[in-house]
Each structure stands twice: as structure tokens, then as C-alpha cells.
């Protein structure tokens, strides 16, 4: 079985530009999170989709950050215009919805770094 | 709310030598908690979990860590480190109620030969 995928495993962009992340969750999992590292801290939420729905957006952490999940399948986070304090480690998790202990599977996650 | 405090950015044993990796969590209900670990240009995987059942907890590669609900805490331990184990912990909250996970700031562990 596939595990959680996501693209690109690495991105540099200028102050201003656009990023878009890509995360395809494993197939079947409702539940898909997106987490981010910021260097030398811990892993935050950012936001959580139930299927095509967003369940909890309270980590966001402001406007330039978009979260889509058209279809309840794949997701993907933009970042517009991206700023130097948006670099790290972006992270996407999935979960059945009927999990008990709500484990979640994460993926490799996205290193972006804003110059 | 929930928090987690891992005790230590950066850890260092011996070849064989006890491994002690030390969180301490935070929470108002009920915890389930976590252990994944990163390896170099990896993505988190799962060591072990505790969902209210036994204290005592086993995981992969010889790990366990103990729930220990009077001291909020839960260990990462294994008997004799390996070079293999050297990558980077993180220790996790969430609960019944909730559905994101609260992270620690991660422990890097360094095993010398």
C-alpha cells in the first residue's frame, strides 16, 4: 500500500513569488492534515480536511496560505507571495475516518525555503 | 489544550549504550500518545503508541516508553542503542476529542561508535 506522498521533496523560491505543495494522502483516508516545521521548532498544525471539507483551519497562519482538497482526494497548500519566515518543513498526514486512536501516517514532507 | 516538552534538542550515547529520550506532555482529558522518529530524508514514522491500554508500551527496533500518568510523562527508551538509530524523535499528543497533534520540538539522538 502506498504511503502518503508528497511534492516536491524540495523547493527554493524568492520573496514574493508562489509555491504550491502537493500532498496525496493514503487511498481511502478521509482525514487529511497539513503540518509545518519551522527550523529548530516544533511540528504545528496547520489545518485539517475531512474528506473536501476544512474541519479546522486555526493553524493557518494568515492569508497567504490557501489549503484546497477539490474531490476530497489529493491536496494542495499555496503559499502567496511567499515570505522568508514561510521556510521549513511541510508536512502532510492522513487518517481514517473511523480510526480509534486517530493515528495518523505522515509523508516525507516539502523543505521550502523563501530567499 | 495539549503541549508536549521534549527535555533535550540533541541527545548522544554510545554504541550500546542506554537510550533515554524524555517528553513530558500536557493535557486537560484523557491523552493518546506518540512517538515517530525521522531518519535523514524521510518522513515520520511510527515508533510506538499509547491509547489507554497497557503502560508499558512496546515499538518497533526495541523501543518502549512507560506512561506514567503521575509524573505526565512518556520516556522513549531502548536497552542498547544501535548506529542505525540515529535520527531525530518526536514525541506527540492528541485525544479522543481532538485531531491534531501537538508536537514536541524533536530530539535529535546521536549514537558514537
Known amino acids: 500500500e502506498a504511503g502518503v506522498t508528497q511534492f516536491p521533496s524540495h523547493s527554493v523560491i524568492e520573496k514574493g513569488q508562489t509555491v504550491t505543495l502537493r500532498c496525496d494522502p493514503i487511498?481511502?483516508?478521509?482525514?487529511l492534515y497539513w503540518y509545518r516545521r519551522v527550523m529548530g521548532k516544533e511540528i504545528k498544525f496547520l489545518l485539517h480536511?475531512?474528506?473536501?471539507?476544512?474541519?479546522?483551519e486555526s493553524g493557518m497562519p494568515n492569508n497567504r496560505f490557501l489549503a484546497e482538497r477539490t474531490g476530497g482526494t489529493y491536496s494542495t497548500l499555496k503559499v502567496q507571495p511567499a515570505e522568508l519566515e514561510d521556510s521549513g518543513v511541510y508536512f502532510c498526514?492522513?487518517?481514517?475516518?473511523?480510526?480509534?486512536?486517530?493515528?495518523?501516517?505522515f509523508g516525507p514532507g516539502t523543505r521550502l525555503t523563501v530567499l | 489544550a495539549q503541549s508536549v516538552t521534549q527535555l533535550g534538542s540533541h541527545v548522544s550515547v554510545s554504541e550500546g549504550a542506554l537510550v533515554l529520550l524524555r517528553c513530558n506532555y500536557s493535557?486537560?482529558?484523557?491523552?493518546?500518545l506518540f512517538w515517530y522518529v525521522q531518519y535523514p530524508n524521510q518522513g515520520l514514522q511510527l515508533l510506538l503508541k499509547?491509547?489507554?491500554?497497557?503502560?508499558l508500551v512496546k515499538g518497533i527496533n526495541g523501543f518502549e516508553a512507560e506512561f506514567k500518568k503521575s509524573e505526565t510523562s512518556f520516556h522513549l527508551t531502548k536497552p542498547s542503542a544501535h548506529m542505525s538509530d540515529a535520527a531525530e524523535y518526536f514525541c506527540?499528543?492528541?485525544?479522543?476529542?481532538?485531531?491534531?497533534?501537538?508536537f514536541g520540538t524533536g530530539t535529535s539522538l546521536t549514537v558514537i561508535p
Open positions: 498526514a492522513s487518517s481514517a475516518l473511523d480510526s480509534t486512536y486517530n493515528e495518523q501516517f
Open positions: 487511498s481511502g483516508h478521509d482525514n
Open positions: 480536511f475531512v474528506k473536501e471539507s476544512k474541519q479546522d
Open positions: 493535557s486537560s482529558v484523557p491523552p493518546y
Open positions: 499509547y491509547t489507554s491500554a497497557a503502560t
Open positions: 506527540a499528543v492528541t485525544t479522543n476529542t481532538g485531531n491534531q497533534f501537538y
